[in-house]
């Protein structure tokens, strides 16, 4: 398996503008996460899926951030409108809770989609 | 309120000495922690995990410590090699599905 995917590798937008972060998970792995990377925050939870179903978004800042898994192999988080303060790296990560042993559930991140919003 | 805290923000160590990068958590609850490795410009690589029924787990160069009573964990690498440098990630989870709670990182340098 390539792992898991995310596109683009940086997005840089205007403010105001929509900007669509697009993740693919690795084959077979239930669990789906989005993160942000800040400098103030650290590395956060935005929100996770199970089996596609949107589970935990309390980490999504705010309602101009949506996240949507339509299929278990894709999924998208949308920012509009955009604003400077969106600026971070993105990370989609994907897990599998089908493991004989809690320790093979380890989640494996893509390698991040840097934004920055002028 | 961050529940995973990493107090060193960067660490610096001779090559082939030990490496001990230390995280206190907060939430009882947790019961799985992990640690992350990263390079610039990539995602965290998974290094090494205990689950809350051990206190201690080891894979090669890599041991973690867990300290229940003290809400402690800690990361040992030995013999710490010049590729080892990069941001160490401790993180932790409740129950099932790893929704990862981090602590901020800790930068570590091994000098040849």
């Known amino acids: 398996d390539a792992g898991v995917i995310q596109s683009p590798r940086h997005e840089v937008t205007e403010m105001g503008q929509e900007v669509t972060l697009r993740c693919k998970p690795i084959?077979?792995?239930?669990?789906l996460f989005w993160y942000r990377q800040t400098m103030m925050r650290g590395l956060e939870l935005l929100i996770y899926f199970n089996n596609n179903v949107p589970i935990d978004d309390s980490g999504m800042p705010e309602d101009r951030f949506s996240a949507k898994m339509p299929n278990a192999s894709f999924s998208t988080l949308k920012i509009q409108p955009s604003e400077p303060r969106d600026s971070a790296v993105y990370f989609c990560?994907?897990?599998?809770?089908?493991?004989?042993?809690?320790?093979?559930?380890?989640?494996?991140f893509g390698q991040g989609t840097r934004l920055t919003v002028v | 309120d961050q529940q995973v805290k990493q107090n060193s923000p960067s660490l610096s160590v001779q090559e082939g000495r030990i490496s001990i990068l230390n995280c206190d958590y907060t939430n009882s609850m947790f019961d799985y922690f992990l640690w992350y490795k990263k390079y610039p410009a990539e995602g965290p690589t998974f290094l090494i995990s205990?689950?809350?029924?051990?206190d201690k787990n080891e894979d090669g160069r890599f041991t973690v410590f867990l300290n229940k009573s003290a809400k402690h964990l800690s990361l040992h690498i030995v013999p710490s090699q010049p590729g080892d440098s990069a941001v160490y990630f401790c993180?932790?989870?409740?129950?099932?599905?790893?929704?990862?709670?981090f602590g901020g990182g800790t930068r570590l340098m091994v000098k040849p």
């Open positions: 993180a932790a989870s409740v129950g099932a599905g790893n929704m990862l709670t």
């Open positions: 084959s077979g792995h239930d669990y």
């Open positions: 990560a994907s897990s599998s809770a089908d493991a004989p042993y809690r320790e093979g559930t380890e989640a494996f």
């Open positions: 205990i689950s809350s029924i051990k």
